[in-house]
């Protein structure tokens, strides 16, 4: 069965770094999304991404987080300057259409850990 | 309040028995419905989505909604200890593709 993948597994980073998570959806999906996890507590949406561009984001997305779509099958995170609370676990997702008809596969997730 | 609240646990249930699990929503405009498990240190994975009134089932599970309540559960028959994991509602009500999580319910079945 066709599955998301993500590197690395896990990530560690000084406070002030840059990282850039990877993540290669499923090949025939159209709808690509990064969630994250922080320990203990629920899975949040950070942002959902469309035909190249960013569809929604959420309050977390800032100025610091990015995406990119930079050849045909990998979809980038990028933070630019981490933080401590930047801690987590981030998902990657992918699906063939909306959340209104589609769920989310997800892959096996990089774990973020910001010193 | 909060858009997907689930209820709390954790909830212990022994092996065979049926495990209910509760999940509300705030958005009366919301769409679709879907049930993830979650092992401790892992990816969420698809068990169901819902989106119209009523019991879907598969297999061993059944999804529940009453869109007029804003409700919707997951009814677990002959529950397993391999069932033992957190349960997260998620509720998707745009078109952006965002869907909401809920804070995730535990479940144990004991052996």
């Known amino acids: 069965e066709p599955e998301v993948t993500q590197t690395p597994s896990h990530q560690v980073t000084q406070m002030g770094q840059e990282v850039i998570l990877r993540c290669v959806p499923i090949?025939?999906?159209?709808?690509f999304y990064w969630y994250r996890q922080i320990l203990g507590q629920k899975v949040e949406f950070l942002v959902s991404?469309?035909?190249?561009?960013?569809?929604?984001k959420s309050e977390i997305f800032d100025d610091q987080f990015s995406v990119e779509r930079p050849d045909g099958s990998n979809f980038t995170l990028k933070i630019r300057s981490t933080k401590l609370e930047d801690s987590a676990m981030y998902f990657c997702?992918?699906?063939?259409?909306?959340?209104?008809?589609?769920?989310?596969?997800f892959g096996n997730g990089t774990r973020l850990t910001v010193t | 309040q909060k858009e997907v609240e689930q209820n709390s646990g954790p909830l212990s249930v022994p092996e065979g028995a049926i495990a209910s699990l509760n999940c509300t929503y705030s958005?009366?405009?919301?769409?679709?419905f879907f049930w993830y498990r979650q092992y401790s240190g892992k990816s969420p994975e698809l068990i169901m989505f819902?989106?119209?009134?009523g019991d879907k089932e598969d297999g061993r599970f059944t999804a529940q909604l009453n869109k007029a309540s804003q409700y919707v559960s997951l009814l677990i028959r002959d529950s397993q200890p391999s069932d033992s994991a957190t349960y997260l509602c998620?509720?998707?009500?745009?078109?952006?593709?965002?869907?909401?999580f809920g804070d995730g319910t535990t479940l144990t079945v004991k052996p």
């Open positions: 997702a992918s699906s063939t259409g909306t959340a209104i008809n589609s769920p989310l596969h």
């Open positions: 090949s025939n999906h159209l709808y």
């Open positions: 991404f469309y035909n190249n561009e960013i569809s929604e």
């Open positions: 958005d009366r405009g919301s769409q679709s």
């Open positions: 819902i989106y119209s009134n």
């Open positions: 998620a509720v998707g009500n745009t078109n952006a593709g965002k869907s909401t």
